[in-house]
């Protein structure tokens, strides 16, 4: 429905009537916003020069003085009018290039609107890229081999191609301005860079392979038809004459060339100059041949075929179709009996089918009226060296000889098959993307493009279609399947059927080659400069560079080199393939792009041109993958795995693009799908992997502490799963943001220099602790969140509290991960010797202790480590079952590891005591530890109360809390997770800091104090048994592991769960400590609460 505009006139205090604004300047995609920190959008619109902001005082006084303070970023609608008004997209084009040729080194003339319209701008450069070489060299050899309706059937299957391809172009071409860069540009915008420079660089090959071609067309006509005594090489043998064809073209080929690129570099102007000769040569010449088919019906041009039985004969080198001939009433031999017998006597000896067989002549034009059509309806295949026949001439068989090889007959110079003429007439329908090239040129393209290109598919079709039916209704079979006029003297055999004479069509296809080879050097120098400009493809950036006018100089020199090599192959029959391959691609790409785009229903999808449908691209997209694999399966392989190669390079090392393309918007709601799916229920345990949550801790420059922890994350994951890596800023946003900014910065710096692929998350939080907590909550979305917790051992956890940390994953049903060392790590160049990665089974975890080694060692660091695992034996335990049930279960699990089972009796007989005997073992292990207080107490009652503070003070008292403080000083952590679930634990704390407020309260009656410190109970046992078992359980396990894993590379333990009273934090981690001394790297783990390997498959 129509959209009704009011524009309102706005009065400034004086009354005057004014429009304030602020014009837009057409902005770089890369450039940033500046001013309040917030990016703005990338438009042509929506910014400011300096000359602007020196008038932003135009905004005073005026009533729309509300909005003045976002005049810098959002102009107003007047200014943005008048910039849409005057916006135009002509780039540098071919237009620029002949203006800076003209005007070297003088200032450049002010650049023209452009004014092309729909018939010079994309109708007359399509019909002329579209008809070329193929209509003139080879399709009257296809409508004789593949018969009239098998032709019109490939004519029809590649025009529908075509124009399929037509109508999604058109769609995207209308879609918004199209810069000049034409199908790149499109397919690149639409699809996002990978497939961009994939399919830009498969077009780019493709239009040199066509220069290549038109170059071959070029040379087959000059030396086969024009000046055939030009060749340089000449065969003796008749075997040797395709040898001698393919060299002679190699060498006036590659001169060919090199005059092309010279043209080319001097100036593009006298390839534009001499466009309209070239289309002119087209179309006259396409105009000779319907006035030679119209005259045909009623005087059909004399060009005889010499038949010999039913074969035809090849007639360059003998004047008269007969065996002999009477001269002055006598019988003399012609130059047809010289060439099959040995001498010129009659009575020579002859060729058996010579003699069998008659000489006959029959028309090569017979005309339109002549019923010949119903002899041409079917296809006449035939392998390569078959002689060309006519099946309804009679014959006499004779034996084959291997003479007949030498004898002047037409035969076949390849095999021909369906496929194999489908890949050769492709070309002949490429070129519909001219008018899109010269986009920038046109004084309306969204209109041009869509009407042109349609318009240009649907004329040169029909000519086509009524080409192959008026060949076969006119022109004999045998001269159709004759590719190179042998059978006519030498003649092109459609200039046989042209009006007025065959040169007509010989001078125009002639030009036209030529022509459309200087336009193919011209136009794909300019693309590849297009995409090397673009920055996506590295290793492409020199060609971005050229001329000080823009020529693209080196572009050109490897175009070249390119067709060079089209040229080397010489065979216009094996090139045509080749280049329908890379056109195919391209155009499988544009339907691609409207159907993605049209399913999407992306917002800014509004094509002006609405005839189009997803259903439609999915048949042209289906087509071209059907043509390609039709046509030449293994050159279609090739083409894809170029493409994909591409495809890949760009991904892994091409720059970072955001160009709003439909990919984009396919993986989001590709995301959207999976994540709803993902919803419906957890993973089951054979798709379990650590989803991992990594918490980084920064410096006060926002840089990044512990780098290890981002290789060791990359280690584990190996670029599968989701990673999350954050971190927490204290504050709040509005004054943090900035430093925000800088670390998620930094941190992605990081991650790119690790390797690790994931997100980054930077949290500003009033508190630490909190910010935490939210992450750990929240982070992720939907299905794809972590299930993982991997962090460093914090180095200040007597101020971090940080078991609250292992508190929040525990109740989240998270796995935690604690590095310790981290920085010992190895980083991801690093390649570790024969080494071992110990585990430590203690408790039953979920399978996680035997999952991180496996997933480990898939990566390169540590793939040459071995798995030994470690578990402790219970008391009634039989330590050989059980190994060998260990050994058991690890080979179900499909796991390579050592196995040693280790038995502690004395600290698993403490920890499995009744109550009674529990008391009297406390009772034992405290009794050395009461006796140290009595003494230490009797003499701190002898001293001033000064040496309270003193350090012999000092040292008393830890010596009292030696039970559990002699050892705080280790470093490192893990503990049996087994003993929380113990229901008669206590969890207290005993400390050297509560020690001393005891010491301080009693000080003032010692002997109240030695008897309370002595009578205790049953406080003393309470406070103290379960952290007594704690300690002593930490000592003699890190004994034995110290013992048995101080070489190994990785130790991995179970965490211990902390204690359920929170005021026994400090002790806890001090028993991490303990537990971990004399260890190099450890990582602490501990399972979320699930199953995450499995025996089954």
């Not at 971005?544 to 080196?554: I, L, Q, S, V, Y």
């Not at 801790?697 to 990044?704: A, E, F, M, T």
Request: proline share 4%; hydrophobic share 40%; charged share 20%.
């Amino acid at each position: 429905m129509p959209t009704n505009f009011t524009v309102v006139p706005v009065k400034d205090a004086r009354g005057s009537t004014r429009c304030p604004g602020v014009d837009g300047v057409l902005k770089e995609e890369d450039e940033e916003a500046t001013g309040d920190g917030v990016p703005k959008e990338n438009s042509p619109f929506i910014n400011n020069t300096d000359n602007d902001k020196a008038n932003s005082n135009s905004y005073d006084g005026t009533n729309m003085a509300l909005f003045e303070e976002e005049m810098d970023s959002h102009p107003m609608v007047s200014s943005l009018l008048n910039k849409l008004a005057n916006y135009t997209n002509l780039t540098q084009g071919a237009h620029e290039h002949e203006e800076a040729d003209e005007d070297e080194g003088a200032k450049k003339k002010t650049v023209k609107s452009p004014q092309m319209g729909t018939f010079m701008g994309v109708y007359l450069p399509c019909l002329q890229n579209i008809l070329g070489v193929i209509l003139f060299l080879r399709l009257t050899w296809i409508v004789g081999t593949a018969g009239i309706l098998e032709s019109l059937a490939i004519v029809g299957l590649c025009c529908s191609c075509t124009m399929l391809t037509a109508i999604s172009m058109s769609a995207i071409a209308t879609n918004g301005v199209v810069p000049a860069g034409g199908s790149y540009y499109m397919i690149s915008r639409s699809l996002g860079p990978e497939f961009g420079g994939a399919v830009g660089l498969c077009f780019y090959l493709g239009t040199t392979f066509a220069g290549s071609m038109y170059i071959l067309g070029t040379i087959e006509i000059l030396l086969t038809y024009i000046v055939p005594k030009a060749a340089i090489f000449v065969a003796e043998r008749k075997e040797d004459e395709v040898a001698a064809l393919l060299n002679n073209m190699r060498v006036y080929g590659t001169c060919c060339l090199a005059l092309m690129a010279v043209v080319v570099f001097v100036g593009v102007k006298y390839v534009n100059k001499l466009a309209l000769v070239f289309l002119a040569c087209v179309i006259l010449s396409i105009l000779a041949i319907y006035a030679g088919v119209i005259k045909s019906a009623f005087e059909p041009p004399d060009f005889p075929v010499c038949m010999l039985g039913n074969r035809t004969l090849h007639n360059q080198k003998f004047d008269k179709c007969l065996k002999t001939e009477e001269i002055d009433n006598e019988t003399v031999s012609t130059q047809l009996w010289r060439l099959f017998c040995d001498g010129p006597e009659l009575n020579a000896t002859c060729n058996q089918y010579f003699t069998s067989n008659n000489v006959t002549e029959v028309q090569g034009i017979p005309g339109l009226t002549s019923g010949v059509v119903s002899e041409n309806l079917w296809s006449a295949y035939a392998p390569l060296g078959m002689i060309v026949e006519d099946d309804k001439l009679p014959s006499e068989p004779a034996p084959e000889s291997p003479q007949d090889l030498y004898m002047p007959y037409v035969v076949n110079d390849i095999t021909t098959f369906f496929t194999l003429l489908v890949g050769i007439y492709f070309p002949s329908v490429t070129g519909i993307m001219a008018g899109s090239n010269r986009s920038g040129d046109l004084r309306d393209a969204q209109r041009s493009i869509p009407i042109g290109t349609i318009l240009a598919i649907a004329t040169t079709s029909f000519i086509y279609v009524t080409c192959v039916v008026l060949f076969g209704a006119c022109i004999e079979g045998v001269l159709l399947r004759d590719k190179f006029g042998d059978s006519v003297k030498g003649n092109l055999v459609i200039g046989t059927l042209s009006w007025p004479s065959p040169w007509v069509i010989v001078i125009g296809s002639f030009f036209s080659c030529c022509g459309a080879g200087l336009q193919s050097l011209t136009g794909a120098p300019r693309l590849l400069q297009a995409i090397a400009r673009d920055g996506i493809v590295p290793f492409l950036q020199v060609f971005g560079h050229g001329k000080a006018n823009g020529e693209p100089t080196w572009a050109l020199l490897l175009t070249a080199g390119i067709c060079e090599i089209g040229i080397l192959i010489a065979s216009l029959d094996s090139v045509a393939p080749i280049l329908s391959m890379f056109f195919l691609m391209c155009y499988l790409f544009v339907n691609l792009a409207c159907a993605v785009q049209t399913l999407l229903r992306t917002p800014n999808w509004r094509p002006r041109f609405k005839y189009y449908h997803w259903t439609l691209s999915f048949l042209g997209m289906s087509l071209c993958l059907a043509i390609m694999f039709i046509s030449s399966w293994y050159y279609a392989i090739v083409a894809m795995a170029i493409a994909g190669c591409i495809y890949k390079y760009i991904e892994y090392r091409g720059a970072e693009k955001e160009w709003g393309d439909g990919i984009r918007g396919l993986s989001l709601n590709a995301a959207r799908y999976a994540l709803i799916r993902l919803e419906d229920a957890p993973p089951h345990t054979k798709n379990w992997r650590p989803q991992v949550l990594v918490l980084l801790n920064l410096d006060s420059d926002q840089g990044v502490k512990h780098p290890r922890l981002l290789s060791f994350t990359t280690q584990l994951k190996a670029g599968k799963g989701l990673t999350i890596v954050a971190n927490v800023l204290e504050g709040t946003y509005l004054t943090k943001d900035a430093e925000a900014k800088k670390a998620e910065q930094n941190i992605k710096a990081c991650m790119s220099a690790e390797r690790t692929k994931g997100f980054c998350h930077v949290v500003v939080s009033s508190n630490l602790r909190d910010g935490v907590s939210h992450l750990i909550q929240s982070a992720g979305l939907g299905g794809m969140k972590h299930n993982t917790v991997l962090m460093a051992w914090p180095g200040t956890w007597k101020q971090a509290n940080d078991p609250k940390t292992i508190r929040e994953t525990t109740a989240t049903h998270h796995a935690l991960l604690v590095a310790k060392n981290v920085d010992s790590f190895p980083t991801n160049q690093e390649r570790l010797g024969e080494g071992t990665i110990d585990v430590w089974w203690v408790v039953h975890d979920g399978g996680m202790l035997m999952l991180l080694p496996f997933l480990l060692r898939q990566h390169k660091v540590w793939r040459k480590c071995k798995m030994r695992i470690f578990t402790v034996a219970q008391m009634d335990d039989n330590s050989i079952q059980m190994k060998k049930d260990l050994q058991m279960f690890l080979y179900h699990l499909r796991l390579d590891a050592e196995v040693e089972v280790v038995e502690m009796v004395q600290m698993l007989k403490q920890m499995h005591l009744s109550r009674t005997e529990r008391e009297r073992e406390i009772q034992s292990i405290t009794d050395e530890s009461r006796s140290s207080i009595r003494r230490k107490h009797q003499a701190a009652a002898e001293t001033s109360s000064q040496s309270r503070h003193s350090s012999t003070a000092e040292d008393n008292q830890e010596d009292e809390a030696q039970l559990i403080h002699d050892r705080n000083t280790a470093s490192h952590t893990t503990i049996n997770d087994k003993a929380d679930a113990a229901p008669e634990r206590v969890h207290m704390t005993w400390t050297k800091d509560k020690l001393f407020t005891e010491r301080r309260h009693r000080e003032c009656n010692a002997n109240v104090a030695v008897r309370d410190l002595f009578n205790m109970k049953p406080e003393w046992e309470s406070l103290n048994q379960s952290n007594v078992r704690r300690m002593h359980t930490a000592v003699k396990l890190n004994e034995v592991v110290v013992n048995k894993s101080q070489g190994a590379h990785l130790v991995l333990l179970n965490m211990p769960g902390p204690p359920k009273n929170r005021g026994g934090d400090e002790n806890y981690m001090e028993f991490l400590e303990v537990l971990l001394e004399g260890l190099n790297r450890v990582l602490l783990v501990r399972g979320g609460g699930r199953e995450v390997i499995t025996i089954y498959s």
